[in-house]
């Protein structure tokens, strides 16, 4: 049984082009959590979504960043026109129901290096 | 607001040494608390979970305590080996998050364990 898979894991990009990093959630989850790790910081949470649906997109910046969960697919965190401040480690989650006391399965990461 | 302190940043001992690792919270108002442990350039693999009734997880050579009222959990490791050498992560889910899956995480405590 697979985990959960990113990519790509290291993704490089110049300032002002998109950035899109793909989640997989483990087979048999339908919930998906973004989360970013900047440098010396903790990881912070940054949107759930379930398929097709976001739920909760407190943590995410205003402008330039979205999320989808499409019905077939995998979950796509995208950033546009990216800037140094969004090079980051980017983690994404997943869970069976998305009930309150289940566990979270985090994937490897996806290092976003900004030029 | 909710904040996850973890004690110490870093901690260095000889294999062989028991060895307790610090999380507190300021918000005693938590569904659980999760330990995680992350290897330097990948993703956390969860540890333990302890829910907000409960007082502690056992796992191998690991165990978690929970004092919810006082805002502390300790997550020990028995019998410490070079390959428990990594960063180890406290989050708590808090109450009213509902099934967000928001974990608000600790700094981490970077563990080096010497042969």
């Known amino acids: 049984n697979a985990g959960v898979m990113q990519n790509p894991r290291h993704l490089v990009r110049r300032r002002g082009q998109e950035a899109r990093l793909r989640c997989s959630p483990m087979?048999?989850?339908?919930?998906v959590y973004w989360y970013r790790q900047l440098p010396e910081e903790g990881l912070k949470f940054m949107v759930y979504l379930q398929k097709e649906n976001i739920i909760d997109e407190s943590g995410m910046p205003k402008e330039r960043f979205s999320a989808e969960f499409p019905k077939e697919g995998p979950s796509i965190l995208r950033i546009q026109q990216v800037v140094r401040g969004d090079s980051a480690a980017y983690f994404c989650?997943?869970?069976?129901?998305?009930?309150?006391?289940?566990?979270?399965?985090f994937g490897s990461g996806t290092q976003l290096s900004v030029l | 607001k909710q904040e996850v302190t973890q004690i110490p940043a870093a901690l260095s001992v000889p294999e062989g040494e028991n060895l307790v690792l610090n999380c507190s919270f300021t918000?005693?108002?938590?569904?659980?608390l999760q330990w995680f442990r992350q290897d330097p350039g990948k993703g956390l693999t969860s540890l333990l979970l302890?829910?907000?009734?409960?007082r502690e997880q056992t796992s191998g050579r690991l165990n978690a305590s929970l004092d919810k009222s006082s805002g502390r959990s300790t997550l020990y490791i028995a019998a410490s080996q070079p390959g428990d050498s990594a960063t180890y992560l406290c989050a708590v889910k808090k109450e009213g998050s509902g099934n967000t899956g928001k974990l608000i995480f600790g700094q981490g405590t970077t563990l080096q364990v010497k042969p």
């Open positions: 087979k048999g989850h339908s919930h």
């Open positions: 918000d005693s108002a938590i569904y659980n």
């Open positions: 989650a997943s869970s069976p129901r998305g009930a309150t006391n289940e566990k979270l399965f």
């Open positions: 302890i829910q907000s009734s409960q």
